[in-house]
């Protein structure tokens, strides 16, 4: 053989063990609706989510705002369940039924002002002491002891219930508030009488979770009189991932092992469906935890599954609730979350921003989904620039001429392949920027009530998660960010690369770290502050974090753990 064939020959074998060694990657498992999705949404861009997150809050909690509409907060007096005022918002612009004029100031919701905060709080802002006042404070009022029922609701008192947003009837609004309670409670852990109100609700989560022994199939849950109830509205027996988060967190934050028990048992419930159980905003907290308690407590929950009825838009009582997939027009709307059916397809932003909150994190506990979880959050941020009337073309939009009344930081509440009015806005050609809100009380609210404070203030889930990077829609997606009462004691990025090639990116860890890639199980660079380079091949994710270095490693029962705390659940060695 000749030197030039021998050389050949090396080169060959050598290209094939570089090869094989930056390919051999954990197997990524595919979620058929996310296949559906656009490996690059188009046209795109990402805008500054946390820019936006910053602008909502300096500008929406503003008392002496000016202009029609303006300010959407004031102040109830009212003093329901604590001795205290509370901060109203309004669900959305111009809204009759709210304000300081109407209903008492009394009618404002846990989903509107709660969202705000933990928003605000993820991006960096002091709730507790902004201008000297304590916003976080303010939501105790929303724990409806008044009542007996002792769990966080979406208003503070039933005189207002029926006015909308759910009370006692709907049961994931009775639910939601208390996983919004928990997350924010995990920020302030300080907050006078959050102790409290923690225990309370996990008390009251545990002893309905022993009522309904593992059968949720009912509309909603009477917390008071502690019976499960049905009415005309869909049972929702994905309320139980709900129970399990709060009950999980409880458990996380007290140690309680009868909160981790039930929190196990509602998880068995949800994992027993047969039929997609999908109501509103739930079942993406049912796939984190699956993935999450496998990780962590050795539970055998079905994570694709869970992950299916999240994406698929298979629900059944709530027809086609699920993650939307298309391009209309030339605009891609594919990862915005809603109803897969309603008028061709109706997403809301309050329900795309808030799928990211338990998605994101999911992929730490269970890697195999980077690539499906890291595509859809491509799609779902390039998409959700389109809710903002700055952002979707004129043509699209049933209010661009309102414009302004947003000053920027309201979206519309939703997109609709079709108007989902039946006399107005039918010539709009896909996707309709739209919303409700003149549905809510006919004839009386303004067409304006279709810009939706309520989902406009949950940005700051997107700001905290979404950072770019130098490679346009390759994101770097904290996986930290929003894993409540997780172990978050090493920054953890997800990147996925939408390209059909590789891409060389750059990572700064800040302080002096080891890098460990969790995709392809191997530190990947030692001892560093500095940038590094890296590559991720086309189509695939990378997931680093940042170890500190000198940390001795070790495996135990196939995990990879530094300091004792785990960092790879999921280790095989080479």
């Avoid at 300081?100 to 002002?113: D, I, R, V």
């Avoid at 208003?155 to 994931?172: M, Q, S």
């Avoid at 409670?185 to 989560?205: L, M």
Wanted: aromatic share 14%; proline share 5%.
């Amino acid at each position: 053989m000749n030197s030039i064939l021998k050389f050949s020959c090396l080169l060959f074998i050598s290209s094939l063990l570089i090869f094989s060694k930056s390919h051999a990657q954990i197997k990524q498992v595919e979620v058929a609706r996310v296949n559906e999705m656009a490996n690059l949404p188009q046209p795109l861009k990402i805008i500054d989510w946390k820019e936006m997150a910053l602008r909502f809050d300096s500008t929406v909690y503003d008392f002496k705002a000016t202009g029609q509409y303006w300010p959407l907060v004031w102040m109830d007096s009212t003093r329901k369940n604590f001795d205290q005022p509370v901060m109203g918002m309004y669900t959305a612009i111009g809204d009759v039924r709210q304000g300081p004029a109407n209903n008492k100031g009394m009618f404002h919701e846990a989903l509107a002002n709660m969202g705000a905060v933990l928003g605000a709080s993820l991006v960096g802002i002091d709730k507790s002491n902004q201008k000297g006042v304590n916003y976080v404070e303010m939501l105790k009022n929303y724990f409806n002891k008044d009542t007996g029922w002792d769990i966080m609701m979406n208003n503070t008192a039933p005189e207002v219930a029926l006015l909308g947003g759910g009370y006692g009837r709907d049961w994931w609004y009775d639910v939601y508030p208390n996983v919004l309670f928990y997350a924010i409670y995990e920020k302030y852990p300080a907050q006078a009488d959050f102790d409290v109100i923690a225990r309370k609700i996990a008390e009251k989560f545990f002893k309905a979770d022993s009522i309904l022994n593992g059968n949720y199939h009912y509309s909603y849950f009477d917390y008071g009189g502690m019976l499960p109830k049905t009415n005309t509205i869909c049972v929702q027996p994905d309320a139980a991932a709900g129970h399990a988060y709060v009950l999980y967190a409880a458990y996380k934050k007290f140690g309680d092992p009868r909160y981790l028990q039930a929190a196990i048992k509602a998880m068995k419930a949800l994992n027993e469906e047969k039929i997609n159980p999908t109501y509103e905003l739930l079942m993406p907290f049912g796939a984190y935890l699956a993935a999450r308690m496998n990780a962590e407590v050795g539970t055998d929950f079905d994570v694709a599954k869970m992950l299916d009825w999240t994406f698929s838009g298979t629900a059944v009582c709530r027809e086609g609730w699920g993650f939307l997939a298309g391009n209309w027009n030339g605009i891609d709307i594919s990862g915005t979350v809603g109803s897969t059916v309603d008028h061709g397809g109706y997403s809301f932003l309050m329900n795309t921003f808030d799928a990211a909150w338990p998605l994101i994190p999911l992929v730490k506990y269970q890697p195999a989904y980077a690539n499906a979880i890291g595509k859809w959050m491509l799609n779902a941020v390039n998409a959700s620039r389109f809710f903002y009337p700055q952002y979707m073309p004129a043509q699209h939009q049933t209010l661009p001429e309102h414009a302004a009344v947003t000053k920027g930081v309201i979206a519309y509440e939703g997109m609709a392949k079709a108007s989902t009015f039946d006399d107005r806005y039918l010539e709009l050609k896909a996707p309709v920027a739209q919303g409700d809100g003149p549905k809510w009380v006919p004839g009386k609210n303004p067409e304006v009530s279709q810009f939706s404070v309520y989902g406009s203030g949950h940005v700051g889930i997107f700001g905290s998660i979404v950072k770019k990077t130098e490679v346009e829609g390759v994101l770097q997606l904290d996986l930290n960010a929003t894993d409540f009462y997780g172990a978050k004691r090493f920054p953890s990025w997800l990147f996925y690369n939408p390209y059909p090639k590789a891409e060389r990116l750059s990572f700064k860890p800040g302080v002096k770290s080891d890098i460990y890639n969790l995709i392809t199980q191997e530190f990947i660079a030692r001892n560093v502050s500095d940038a590094i380079q890296f590559t991720i091949p086309a189509l695939q994710s990378a997931i680093l974090l940042a170890i500190p270095v000198g940390q001795e490693t070790r495996i135990k029962n196939h995990q990879l753990q530094v300091a004792d705390q785990v960092i790879d659940y999921h280790y095989h060695k080479k």
